[in-house]
């Protein structure tokens, strides 16, 4: 309401009361309708926001206040018309908008609800698609896992049948030399032959003495308790497949490699065993997870920095789930606390089942790991592994392959400066008569891979029956392998004689070494060297007479005796189904350990260290013949071919 007229004639107030009393959307609503224009003495007007106007003022000219107050009445009037209108107008423009926006806050609802129901779509879609992406991943992890296996087996297969082809060249290239070989040796038999009564000669005299001497070797040696081993410890074990003395800064350990549990798991722990003096026993020092674990070696490597590292190589036969293992080698970190020292340094992967035995060599400076590997069912033919220690790197690489049959023992040993390699072949398919090989170790070129670095050339073979894990040994200037033998196929009996060999240089190449001595076992396993008070000793670890446990047993060497029976009986012992015996000293005393695979009713048993007592101090094992008897013991012949090449 615009003018001062308004305020003057009280028609302002009565609009502010009706404005003032009227509700809240109403109030706004008339006064977005309503305009009420009086100017003075002119005619009123109600003006209304879409611009219409309607006269309700009274005549332009008041004469008197009768006139005033009947014009204020019919002003009122009009006023009250208008108002009504406006009113009226203000309602019906709410309701629109009411139901304007009750239709737009129902179609939000709508909306929202709709939405709700695309947004709990999407994270369900969400939700499947990562889902699937890691499934997709698991997927794609797990191929390129098999493409690597798949791509380092065919490189090792590669390598093989190069291996092989050099193989073959080598061996029609030596054919003549073969030749030339047996010539010679036809020749030199027919030296020994003349010779043979100078030697018969000898031999009577050498036992003329022996009968004079043994009577007083008998009587010195008679108030002498006899040799005997007590019990130190048992250790608890499951099924034990090898054991391993070792030395460091002077403390003795003894490590364990368990096969399996009576549930045939193949995961569980082998155990590292600390002598503690203060309590004067092994305590368990380190638990080490694997797989099979069928064979344990010890050794330690020369750096260039003239620091020496400790390596402990663990061979997993078999997996749980899968046909591939690893061939585990643990380094010594003194910087980590007591049992956790021995930690991963490297593995190497082979197909299962995996590495059986070890043997580490020194040749040319540089250290060489050999694994014998070998696999399920009758296959016999196997490509097992020599490996060289890369100082650079700290690492193991390939260097060599090495065509096995069953092959379950190895050792080296250096005569006059020529390192020999002894493989140890159980058997070729069912025949457990077969031979087993002697390498001369020679010198190959390197390659750019660091491959090579030695080459093999087969010597001689020598007839074994199941050999297992053999030893090779010198005693003063004369050389040993003794050979277990853990089955007789001709018999088709575990009762079988184990073979002790011996090396006379005066005979030609691939005749050198000559079956000294048949020694009887049962199921023999493992056959280790030793000394007591000097005298040189040999244990054999009788592991079963077909199904029964038996007593294993230890010959002592007797020069002044036969050839043919120099090694003598001189004990026989209980032991629980032993896989190993290893000899080892500790101070003073020595001592056995044995490797139990089972105790009549469970693989969970108890392993044993025995310490040797009543050791005699005045055996003389005497003095070894000069040279051959040709009379006692037939030659032996091998073929001569080459193993060389880098894998």
Same mark, same amino acid.
């Given at each position: =309401?615009?003018?001062?007229?308004?305020?003057?004639?009280?028609? $302002?107030?009565?609009?502010?009361?009706?404005?003032?009393?009227?509700?809240?959307?109403?109030?706004?609503?008339?006064?977005?309708? $309503?305009?009420?224009?009086?100017?003075?003495?002119?005619?009123?007007?109600?003006?209304?926001?879409? !611009?219409?106007?309607?006269?309700?003022?009274?005549?332009?000219?008041?004469?008197?206040? *009768?006139?005033?107050?009947?014009?204020?009445?019919?002003?009122?009037?009009?006023?009250?018309?208008?108002?009504?209108?406006?009113?009226?107008?203000?309602?019906?423009?709410?309701?629109?908008?009411?139901?304007?926006?009750?239709?737009?806050?129902?179609?939000?609802?709508?909306?929202?609800?709709?939405?709700?129901?695309?947004?709990?779509?999407?994270?369900?879609?969400?939700? &499947?698609?990562?889902?699937? @992406?890691?499934?997709?991943?698991?997927?794609?992890?797990?191929?390129?896992?098999?493409?690597?296996?798949?791509?380092?087996?065919?490189?090792?297969?590669?390598?093989?049948?190069?291996?092989?082809?050099?193989?073959?060249?080598?061996?029609?290239?030596?054919?003549?030399?073969?030749?030339? *070989?047996?010539?010679?040796?036809?020749?030199?038999?027919?030296?020994?032959?003349?010779?043979?009564?100078?030697?018969?000669?000898?031999?009577?005299?050498?036992?003329?003495?022996?009968?004079?001497?043994?009577?007083?070797?008998?009587?010195?040696?008679?108030?002498?308790?006899?040799?005997? $081993?007590?019990?130190?410890?048992? =250790?608890?074990?499951?099924? &034990?497949?090898?054991?391993?003395?070792?030395?460091?800064?002077?403390?003795?350990?003894?490590?364990?490699?368990?096969?399996?549990?009576?549930?045939?798991?193949?995961?569980?722990?082998?155990?590292?065993?600390?002598?503690?003096?203060?309590?004067?026993?092994?305590?368990?020092?380190?638990?080490?997870?694997?797989?099979?674990?069928?064979?344990?070696?010890?050794?330690?490597?020369?750096?260039?920095?003239?620091?020496?590292?400790?390596?402990?190589?663990?061979?997993?036969?078999?997996?749980?789930?899968?046909?591939?293992?690893?061939?585990?080698?643990?380094?010594?970190?003194?910087?980590?606390?007591?049992?956790?020292?021995?930690?991963?340094?490297?593995?190497?992967?082979?197909?299962?089942?995996?590495?059986?035995?070890?043997?580490?060599?020194?040749?040319?400076?540089?250290?060489?790991?050999?694994?014998?590997?070998?696999?399920?069912?009758?296959?016999?033919?196997?490509?097992?592994?020599?490996?060289?220690?890369?100082?650079?790197?700290?690492?193991?690489?390939?260097?060599?392959?090495?065509?096995?049959?069953?092959?379950?023992?190895?050792?080296?040993?250096?005569?006059?400066?020529?390192?020999?390699?002894?493989?140890?072949?159980?058997?070729?398919?069912?025949?457990?008569?077969?031979?087993?090989?002697?390498?001369?170790?020679?010198?190959?070129?390197?390659?750019?891979?660091?491959?090579?670095?030695?080459?093999?050339?087969?010597?001689?073979?020598?007839?074994?029956?199941?050999? =297992?894990?053999?030893?090779?040994?010198?005693?003063?200037?004369?050389?040993?392998?003794?050979?277990?033998?853990?089955?007789?196929?001709?018999?088709?009996?575990?009762? @079988?004689?184990?073979?002790?060999?011996?090396?006379?240089?005066?005979?030609?190449?691939?005749?050198?070494?000559?079956?000294?001595?048949?020694?009887?076992?049962?199921?023999?396993?493992?056959?280790?060297?030793?000394?007591?008070?000097?005298?040189?000793?040999?244990?054999?670890?009788?592991?079963?007479?077909?199904?029964?446990?038996?007593?294993?047993?230890?010959?002592?060497?007797?020069?002044?005796?036969?050839?043919?029976?120099?090694?003598?009986?001189?004990?026989?012992?209980?032991?629980?189904?032993?896989?190993?015996?290893?000899?080892?000293?500790? !101070?003073?005393?020595?001592?056995?350990?044995?490797?139990?695979?089972?105790?009549?009713?469970?693989?969970?048993?108890?392993?044993?260290?025995?310490?040797?007592?009543?050791?005699?101090?005045?055996?003389?094992?005497?003095?070894?013949?000069?040279?051959?008897?040709?009379?006692?013991?037939?030659?032996?012949?091998?073929?001569?071919?080459?193993?060389?090449?880098?894998?």
């Amino acid at each position: =309401m615009k003018g001062d007229t308004a305020h003057r004639r009280g028609w $302002l107030p009565v609009l502010a009361l009706l404005l003032t009393c009227a509700p809240p959307g109403l109030s706004t609503a008339l006064a977005d309708n $309503l305009e009420l224009e009086v100017p003075i003495n002119g005619t009123a007007q109600l003006v209304y926001v879409d !611009g219409s106007a309607h006269a309700v003022g009274p005549p332009a000219t008041i004469a008197t206040s *009768t006139d005033l107050s009947s014009s204020h009445e019919a002003v009122s009037a009009q006023i009250a018309v208008a108002l009504s209108r406006a009113v009226a107008r203000a309602l019906s423009s709410l309701q629109a908008v009411n139901a304007s926006q009750q239709q737009v806050l129902q179609t939000q609802q709508s909306s929202l609800i709709a939405g709700q129901q695309r947004l709990a779509a999407l994270n369900a879609t969400v939700a &499947a698609l990562q889902t699937s @992406a890691q499934a997709q991943q698991a997927s794609i992890a797990s191929l390129q896992a098999e493409n690597s296996a798949l791509r380092a087996q065919t490189a090792t297969l590669q390598s093989i049948s190069a291996s092989l082809n050099t193989t073959q060249q080598d061996a029609a290239r030596q054919a003549t030399t073969l030749q030339a *070989t047996n010539t010679l040796l036809s020749s030199q038999l027919a030296s020994l032959s003349t010779t043979a009564s100078d030697q018969s000669a000898a031999l009577a005299a050498a036992r003329a003495r022996v009968a004079v001497l043994d009577p007083l070797v008998h009587q010195a040696c008679a108030a002498t308790p006899s040799l005997a $081993l007590s019990l130190m410890q048992e =250790m608890v074990t499951t099924r &034990a497949a090898g054991v391993e003395p070792f030395v460091i800064n002077g403390t003795t350990y003894i490590a364990f490699a368990h096969l399996l549990d009576d549930n045939s798991t193949f995961l569980i722990n082998s155990v590292i065993y600390r002598f503690d003096r203060p309590q004067g026993q092994f305590v368990v020092e380190q638990l080490l997870p694997t797989s099979g674990a069928r064979a344990v070696k010890y050794f330690m490597v020369r750096n260039a920095n003239n620091t020496n590292t400790s390596f402990l190589v663990i061979g997993n036969m078999f997996a749980q789930s899968s046909n591939m293992v690893n061939t585990s080698i643990y380094r010594l970190d003194p910087s980590r606390p007591r049992g956790a020292q021995w930690v991963i340094h490297q593995t190497i992967l082979s197909v299962s089942p995996g590495a059986v035995a070890f043997d580490v060599f020194t040749f040319n400076n540089s250290t060489y790991l050999v694994s014998l590997l070998i696999l399920n069912g009758n296959v016999t033919s196997h490509i097992s592994t020599i490996h060289r220690y890369n100082e650079t790197s700290s690492m193991f690489v390939l260097s060599l392959l090495i065509p096995t049959s069953a092959a379950r023992g190895i050792a080296s040993l250096s005569i006059n400066n020529t390192l020999y390699l002894v493989i140890g072949q159980r058997r070729e398919g069912n025949n457990y008569t077969t031979k087993s090989p002697i390498y001369r170790v020679d010198s190959a070129p390197f390659t750019a891979s660091g491959a090579g670095g030695v080459a093999l050339t087969l010597v001689q073979a020598l007839d074994t029956w199941g050999a =297992m894990r053999l030893t090779a040994f010198s005693v003063d200037s004369t050389h040993y392998i003794a050979i277990p033998s853990s089955f007789n196929s001709t018999a088709d009996t575990s009762s @079988a004689d184990s073979h002790i060999y011996r090396f006379y240089p005066s005979l030609p190449v691939g005749s050198q070494w000559v079956l000294d001595q048949a020694v009887p076992t049962l199921a023999c396993f493992m056959v280790r060297s030793f000394t007591l008070a000097g005298t040189p000793y040999l244990v054999f670890a009788n592991s079963h007479n077909n199904s029964d446990t038996t007593n294993s047993t230890i010959y002592r060497l007797d020069w002044s005796r036969a050839p043919g029976s120099q090694w003598v009986q001189q004990l026989s012992f209980p032991a629980l189904f032993p896989d190993s015996i290893v000899p080892f000293t500790m !101070g003073n005393s020595t001592y056995l350990a044995i490797a139990s695979q089972f105790n009549g009713t469970s693989v969970i048993c108890n392993s044993q260290i025995l310490r040797f007592q009543n050791v005699p101090a005045c055996w003389d094992y005497g003095t070894p013949p000069a040279t051959y008897a040709a009379m006692t013991v037939a030659i032996s012949t091998a073929t001569s071919a080459k193993v060389s090449g880098s894998p």
